[in-house]
């Protein structure tokens, strides 16, 4: 008997508080209903997010802070995708004679989920260039590359590592 009644006063209230739990978590992800219109501002505006990636060239990343934000991974596949299209490496190599000091830039693409793309270029010491770029609602830092030594007059070209910081314009 004492049993019983211990399982009514434990069981029960735990079983009522997972329900509830359960219902909440429920309610809140997916409601299909429109309850002041509260879920549509929610999906129209991203969680904030920043994330660093590393490329080389020819390389590509699926930008996919939709799955930090608490998003299914099925949203990855409508993630956009960035390419390291191209190192433009013009300055002045090591032991060579030259009339200018030169710079180094890189070409990116962003290619969104519907086909578009769009391209920008990055460069911390380019002429009118800038180390940021903002596309389709994402902003674009480049936070460093390596080699950062110029290559020597007869190398070939370095296997460039290219530090790209990519965050929403809702991120600080």
Known sequence: MKTTILRQFIVL????AVMAALHACGSTGGN???SGGNNASRSA???PFSQTYVLRQGGSVVITPAIAAGRSASMASAAPVVRLERVN???CRTGAVCVWAGY???SFTVQQPDGSASNFV???NMPNGSPNATRDGLNFALTGFTPQQVPGKNDS???YQVSLKV???NSP
């Not at 209230?13 to 009522?16: D, E, F, K, R, T």
């Open 104 to 106: 180094i830039s890189f």
């Open 167 to 169: 965050s929403n314009i």
């Open 13 to 16: 209230p735990m079983l009522a």
């Open 157 to 159: 070209a370095p296997d």
């Open 122 to 124: 990055l460069s911390d």
């Open 89 to 91: 490496d013009s300055r």
């Open 32 to 34: 299909s209903g429109n």
């Open 45 to 47: 505006t991203p969680a």
